[in-house]
């Protein structure tokens, strides 16, 4: 685990219209970490991720990744600059297969390196390669939300942005997803922003934890100090 | 039992122009979400520059080829000038534009090459083939419309199911929001999408120039029953296009053999209201209306 910053979004505003949800933000993922960004609907998590990948357009302020400045680009050029990001509920392609979505996610690499990326999905997700000419709109919402982590995956991304993923899950498959996420920190070294509700499961890989509170930084601290902070839980947490 | 035989294949060979046409309109309706009104006039320009190349070089596969070739431009150029600036307003916008473009187009053809039919050379013979002293009711060039259309379209079904491009063209049909996520630049997308269904409705313009004779308006009864070709398959399936197509070209044939050929533009229009009230979704549907 290096100390360099994978992603740093720097004094950002933006909204949509009207008054700003983020307000001069500004966050530092350092890389092989997961950073979970937590706090109540309306707190600016989702539009902070939408803010990093395109489709919402900072007003002010940069987003650098490996020292390029992203804001105000277009999704898909961002896309191609490695940030990977998984949508609040999900983003599976129900009309294409499981394989058709996993080479989806590899087409801005190489094309010599994508069927290797692609055998070692499978090596790493049996269950997607059981199923690979099953259309993805077969699976259930749990093996969804893997296939389009592991799609995430295939672009072989510098930064990973997590949208709850246990949105809908039941608690054994919330534990299941967040097993894998952090595996894939300890041995990819992957670097991820987590955004979830659920305070207390993002907390428990986390690396450190930022709560947001109506489109400012409530707290930034160690994700295990976080979680201790009994009056900061039941403030901004609850839990 | 031989007039059924001749107007079933008959039907299937117009049908195959209604399909390309189909085909065009499903392009780009997959993509876009636009319902393309000029694709007819696009299809009457590009007709008639191979008329002209073939004037010229006396080569019908020359004009063929160049005919092919300004569709690919026409819908391209098209979609990058005059289409992208309302791709993300309201769908009337579109709808104003692509009327304006057919009417942009055919005026601009009446003024370039005149107002009165030309006669459009076949690439193969047009009389009859018989089996024996059975007449089959369709000539070699009949056959090559068929074949032609359906050529393109396998080239178009590998295309979209073994490539990256086809890939990113679905990915970009169903869900333009995550093929962005994903790195696919989807104006590029788009415009391929144009790009091809010029190339279809400029395949449709040349293979029906013969038996229509060539002028400004001469692709506007075809737009329309190509469009409903393309309503009968349900709007966003390319496979659907194709044999809507040959149901639309056999079941009229039937009315222009038996009835008379003055009712075939009537029952296709009464063909189209019936799907459009009965299964708006089109025939071949079998999942619910997606929600947006």
């Known amino acids: 685990m290096s100390d360099a910053a994978a992603l740093d979004v720097k004094d950002i505003v933006a909204g949509y219209g009207g008054g700003p949800v983020l307000d001069g933000l500004s966050i530092s993922v350092r890389a092989g970490t997961i950073t979970a960004v937590l706090g109540a609907n309306g707190a600016g998590k989702t539009t902070l991720l939408r803010t990093i990948s395109g489709f919402v357009r900072p007003r002010r302020g940069r987003i650098e990744v490996g020292g390029a400045n992203l804001a105000r680009r277009r999704p898909e050029e961002i896309a191609r600059a490695g940030v990977a990001h998984v949508p609040e509920g999900q983003g599976v392609i129900t009309e294409l297969t499981i394989e058709e979505n996993l080479r989806l996610g590899a087409l801005i690499r190489p094309s010599a390196d994508r069927a290797a990326a692609l055998a070692g999905t499978y090596e790493r997700f049996p269950l997607l390669s059981d199923r690979r000419g099953q259309l993805a709109g077969t699976l259930s919402g749990g093996e969804r939300q893997i296939l389009v982590i592991a799609r995430a995956l295939m672009a072989a991304p510098q930064v990973l942005l997590l949208d709850e993923p246990s949105l809908g899950l039941a608690p054994r498959i919330v534990a299941q997803i967040m097993t894998l996420v952090r595996q894939l920190r300890d041995d990819s070294g992957l670097t991820v922003l987590l955004v979830e509700q659920n305070a207390r499961s993002a907390l428990g890989i986390a690396d450190r934890g930022i709560v947001l509170n109506l489109g400012k930084i409530a707290a930034d601290e160690d994700a295990a100090d976080l979680a201790a902070d009994v009056s900061l839980r039941r403030h901004y947490l609850g839990f | ?292």
């Open chain 2, 1 to 292: 039992m031989q007039e059924f035989v001749q107007f079933t294949l008959g039907g299937v060979s117009v049908g195959m122009i209604y399909a390309a046409i189909a085909l065009s309109l499903v392009l780009i309706w997959r993509g876009t979400r636009i319902l393309n009104y000029s694709q007819g006039g696009m299809a009457m320009f590009s007709a008639y520059v191979a008329l002209i190349v073939i004037n010229h070089t006396g080569n019908y596969w020359l004009g063929f080829a160049a005919a092919l070739a300004s569709g690919l431009v026409l819908g391209a150029a098209l979609e990058r000038v005059v289409v992208r600036p309302v791709a993300n307003k309201p769908a009337l916008n579109a709808v104003i534009v692509t009327i304006g473009l057919l009417i942009l187009i055919e005026g601009v053809a009446g003024i370039l090459y005149g107002g009165q039919f030309r006669s459009f050379p076949p690439a193969f013979s047009i009389t009859g083939i018989k089996i024996g002293s059975f007449a089959l009711g369709v000539s070699w060039n009949d056959v090559f419309i068929a074949v032609a259309v359906l050529a393109a379209a396998l080239v178009l079904a590998a295309v979209f199911r073994y490539t990256a491009v086809g890939l990113r063209m679905r990915a970009t049909a169903f869900s333009p929001s995550v093929a962005r996520l994903l790195g696919v630049r989807i104006g590029r997308v788009l415009t391929l999408g144009w790009a091809l269904a010029g190339l279809f409705g400029a395949l449709a313009g040349v293979l029906v120039s013969p038996s229509t004779f060539l002028y400004p308006n001469s692709m506007d009864s075809i737009f329309v029953l190509g469009f409903t070709a393309a309503v009968i398959g349900g709007l966003e399936s390319p496979a659907g296009a194709i044999a809507g197509g040959v149901i639309l070209g056999v079941l009229l044939n039937y009315v222009g053999g038996y009835l008379g050929s003055d009712l075939v533009l009537l029952f296709g229009l009464v063909i189209l209201v019936l799907v459009l009230m009965v299964r708006p979704s089109g025939l071949f549907s079998t999942t619910a209306t997606r929600q947006v």
